[in-house]
């Protein structure tokens, strides 16, 4: 990574060890003393400015740390100096930030700065009002065992075609028209998962013990409460996740399985089966956008520059600085993510591209992340440079939506058209997903003593509830374990229905987009430029979008989807020979 500071520093040191606690005791020291010296809110304003310079470098120093041991988890030396980071020096930086945080909300001017602080101020109260010092090495613990999943998942590896393949490369079998094979691959995989699945439960245990410990140590009843204090949910409660599980129930879940019922008809299976959900309905080939990671940032490079000359220019900018690990392989870590070196100001955008459609969607999505990022570089409080997670996921499934009319980059007309429709199939199809995740999550934690074969039986339930028709006799394990795989019950405990509040609001980005393109890009940008600076109703309303997820906002959007596919698929029909 080719990165300098966005700024360059006036208060921290150029040169400074961020990883030694000795080193960074005197900076602390230094900004207690100066918080202390503050006497109006101007220079309160201006101490600020010294503590996010510093709370910059700490987290690029912490992502770059990440970054590093998920890119390589097989690295001993990189997962050293990952444990380091949080067995060592998060827990010493913890109390030092409260300290100062504790000072800020109690400092005489802290209300009289200017109404611009108002989300902080809100922000730092609750931070303050949460921070339990004992708690601070059970975060630790659970860092650790957060990482320990990560290796285990990542050292997944299955012998097929003859060679060791990651699950991530294997999964392009399973879009093969060869059933047999899909099959073949499907168990490969699943079986991988539960060699492991001891491990994991062990693992879940741990964690749930220490989040229940955390919680209560708060004062809160359950973790749940806790959660969403944590991730200041100010805006939306446990009951309209609730309520939002129940809508989607009733509004998603009925397209959902009749566009399964379409699928099983066309591929003329009996019963449908789970190495039949992502092979094309019409039994077509697998799409193949890309050869290798240079004609994949080539080509997204273009779709960007058609889209929009500052999308464009934003995209380019992390292939120069050497920003991209797209490439499954090895020992990298699962899944996909963006993250911001905060001092450089500067996105990384991390996946594991095997050269399937769903690579596309991933890397439009964590695009949309980077211009995020990029757009609120400038906002002068280090806090503010970040948002609230429902409208993150709001920049990235947006870019998602507006770029699919010009997915004739990567293919022919014909299968950008197949594309798209495995694109608004593949949301209709996560939004019963993100519920079970999300309906799963509510009753571990409010139900935190329960056995491991009634936490089986309740995810089954859930599968049951807002699941599709595919049959899964024979594998009962295998669907009883299926949450292992979501790495978000693990890593993130509560972080999912984020992406379902903001797949709404992507949703309502899209019509947008399809009526005037570059006004949609223009109230995109305009939404993300301001950072995490109002709160998340203001940033949904300056992007043009509605925060609501009642069935009143759901339907109509659902409805919208539903013709479009109807369309996509009566052109796709029309090219199809009769059998």
Request: overall charge negative.
């Amino acid at each position: 990574m080719k990165v300098q500071p966005f700024l360059a520093r006036t208060f921290l040191p150029p040169q400074i060890d961020l990883m030694d606690p000795a080193a960074l005791a005197p900076v602390f020291e230094q900004l207690e003393s100066r918080l202390t010296g503050a006497a109006d809110a101007a220079a309160l304003e201006t101490w600020l400015d010294a503590y996010s310079e510093v709370n910059a470098a700490i987290s690029e120093n912490s992502a770059r740390t990440y970054i590093a041991m998920t890119c390589q988890t097989d690295d001993p030396e990189k997962e050293k100096t990952y444990l380091h980071l949080v067995e060592k020096v998060d827990p010493w930086l913890k109390p030092q930030q409260f300290a100062l945080q504790q000072k800020l909300v109690t400092h005489p001017a802290f209300d009289a700065m200017p109404a611009y602080y108002d989300v902080f101020r809100r922000s730092v109260r609750n931070h303050v009002s949460l921070y339990r010092e004992a708690n601070v090495p059970r975060e630790t613990e659970e860092a650790r065992l957060c990482q320990q999943y990560q290796k285990i998942i990542g050292a997944m590896m299955v012998i097929f075609d003859g060679k060791e393949q990651t699950l991530a490369q294997l999964g392009r079998v399973l879009q093969e028209t060869d059933r047999a094979r899909r099959q073949q691959a499907w168990e490969l995989i699943a079986q991988r998962r539960l060699e492991d699945r001891d491990k994991l439960e062990d693992i879940f245990d741990e964690l749930l013990n220490l989040r229940g410990e955390i919680a209560r140590e708060a004062g809160f009843a359950d973790y749940r409460a806790y959660a969403f204090a944590v991730n200041e949910r100010f805006d939306y409660s446990p009951e309209d996740c609730v309520r939002f599980q129940e809508t989607i129930e009733q509004s998603i879940v009925p397209l959902a399985r009749s566009l399964q019922r379409d699928r099983q008809t066309k591929l003329g299976v009996d019963p449908l089966r789970p190495w039949d959900l992502a092979v094309d309905p019409e039994n077509k080939p697998p799409l193949q956008p890309f050869a290798n990671a240079e004609e994949f940032v080539a080509k997204s490079q273009t779709i960007f520059n058609r889209l929009d000359a500052r999308l464009g220019q934003s995209f380019s900018l992390l292939g120069a600085h050497g920003l991209l690990d797209l490439e499954s392989r090895k020992g990298k870590a699962p899944g996909g993510y963006q993250s911001t070196l905060e001092e450089s100001r500067l996105p990384f955008i991390f996946m594991n591209a095997v050269g399937v459609q769903g690579d596309v969607v991933t890397l439009l999505h964590e695009a949309g992340h980077a211009f995020h990022a990029l757009a609120a570089r400038e906002q002068r409080l280090g806090g503010y440079r970040g948002s609230p997670i429902e409208f993150c996921e709001v920049a990235s499934m947006s870019m998602e939506l507006m770029a699919a009319p010009h997915l004739e980059e990567f293919y022919s007309t014909n299968d950008a058209n197949r594309a798209r429709r495995q694109h608004l199939e593949g949301i209709i199809a996560f939004f019963p997903w993100m519920a079970t995740v999300d309906a799963f999550q509510h009753w571990l934690y409010t139900h935190p003593n329960h056995p491991r074969d009634e936490r089986r039986a309740h995810w089954l339930s859930l599968m049951d509830r807002f699941g599709g028709i595919e049959e899964y006799a024979g594998y009962e394990d295998i669907r009883g374990y299926a949450w292992h795989r979501q790495l978000h019950i693990f890593l993130h405990a509560f972080y999912y229905v984020e992406y379902g509040i903001a797949q709404l609001g992507a949703l309502q980005m899209w019509r947008h987009a399809r009526q005037d393109p570059a006004k949609a890009v223009d109230l995109y940008l305009n939404g993300l430029s301001l950072g995490g600076s109002k709160p998340l109703p203001e940033l949904f309303s300056a992007a043009g979008l509605k925060f609501d997820f009642s069935e009143e906002t759901i339907q109509p959007l659902v409805d919208d989807v539903g013709a479009v596919l109807a369309e996509l698929a009566s052109q796709v029909d029309r090219l199809v020979p009769s059998r």
